[in-house]
């Protein structure tokens, strides 16, 4: 059977016809898309996925002290933290140790205010956003205390968790052999108590609602027994819902927009003054960062339009570095 081709470039499609039958398909010309595009087949493609912030454990004091090289008492640094952790908005942090059984309340008496500076654990917290934030601590068997005389010395498994919260931290001065765990700290001017839990099972956990900042926590035990015990296996677990709302993004001539040239200014406002830093811009397979004015105002050049429809992703970034969900504009060039 002969067969008879042929091609035709009008209005983008080609023409095949083979034995009488002609079949018609769609060009990758001007208004079609290729795999870089923003459009596939009509339909609008999302940047790909932003990497939401993190939370970060570290071992360790965000500001060491100094000690007396002789006693190896502190002379300048305040609160010597065991840990520092980074909690971004909707995020969760864990971490485990040992800690005294009387660190959080020196002597297992209820009502006591005094916990034992020393053997009580401090964490340094840096809240990245105004959260919720749960703080959730618990007895853990079978953990390893770090700071044993033989490395590899397991801990106790009979926690009584308590915690206090206060907002700041301290880095300057010595400490004293007692803090307050109802109360602000004498010795440590830096921080404002906030709240405390106490449990007499085996979990102590407490919700407060906080704005972004450095806070400090320190747990321990309240153990009701009388002889000694030793260190004690727990288990912490930080957990931040954040109180941002997706901003209100205004754009200057709304969000379907007609030229007939290769290029187009967005402008517009993104949520109030100050609320917004930043605005990820997504267009031809490609993310660009432009910052937003303090008043809330921004401008952004698109370039390479093609004809037809196309399509620009703006995603707003908070000034605590939260990434809210990305907002669809639509160009269209004639």
Same mark, same amino acid.
Not at 61 to 67: A, G, L, Q, S, W
């Given at each position: 059977m002969k067969c008879s081709r042929c091609e035709s470039s009008a209005r983008g499609w080609v023409t095949l016809v083979l034995a009488g039958a002609v079949f018609l398909f769609p060009s990758t010309g001007p208004g079609h898309d290729t795999p870089a595009r923003t459009v596939k087949h009509g339909t609008p493609v999302k940047p790909p996925a932003t990497p939401q912030p993190t939370a970060s454990v570290i071992p360790a004091?965000?500001?060491?002290?100094?000690?007396d090289p002789a006693t190896g008492a502190p002379l300048d640094g305040g609160i010597r933290y065991a840990w520092a952790v980074n909690?971004?908005?909707?995020?969760?942090?864990s971490f485990e140790g040992a800690t005294g059984a009387w660190g959080w309340d020196e002597d297992g008496e209820e009502g006591t205010t005094l916990g034992r500076t020393e053997a009580a654990t401090w964490v340094a917290l840096d809240l990245k956003s105004p959260?919720?934030?749960?703080?959730?601590v618990e007895r853990k068997a079978q953990v390893t205390d770090r700071n044993a005389l033989f490395p590899g010395e397991t801990a106790g498994s009979n926690l009584r968790p308590a915690f206090t919260l206060y907002r700041g931290w301290d880095h300057d001065g010595g400490d004293q052999a007692t803090f307050s765990n109802r109360g602000n700290v004498v010795w440590a001017e830096d921080i404002e108590y906030l709240d405390h839990a106490e449990s007499s099972g085996d979990l102590a956990e407490k919700t407060l609602v906080l704005p972004a900042g450095p806070y400090s926590l320190v747990l321990g035990g309240h153990s009701d027994l009388v002889p000694p015990e030793s260190r004690q296996g727990f288990g912490a677990r930080l957990t931040s819902v954040s109180l941002e709302k997706a901003p209100v993004l205004k754009y200057t001539g709304g969000k379907n927009? &007609?030229?007939g040239k290769p290029g187009l200014k967005l402008s517009g406002r993104a949520g109030a003054p100050g609320e917004i830093t930043a605005l990820r811009v997504y267009f031809h397979g490609k993310?660009?960062? &432009?910052?937003?004015?303090?008043?809330?105002?921004?401008?952004?050049? &698109?370039?390479?339009?093609?004809?037809?429809?196309?399509?620009?992703?703006i995603t707003p970034v908070s000034k605590y570095g939260t990434i809210f969900p990305g907002q669809r504009v639509k160009i269209t060039r004639k």
């Open positions: 004091d965000p500001v060491p002290n100094t000690e909690l971004a908005g909707n995020t969760s942090a959260s919720r934030l749960t703080v959730r927009q &007609i030229t993310t660009r960062v &432009i910052p937003v004015k303090s008043s809330s105002s921004w401008t952004v050049a &698109i370039k390479g339009l093609e004809f037809g429809k196309n399509t620009v992703w």
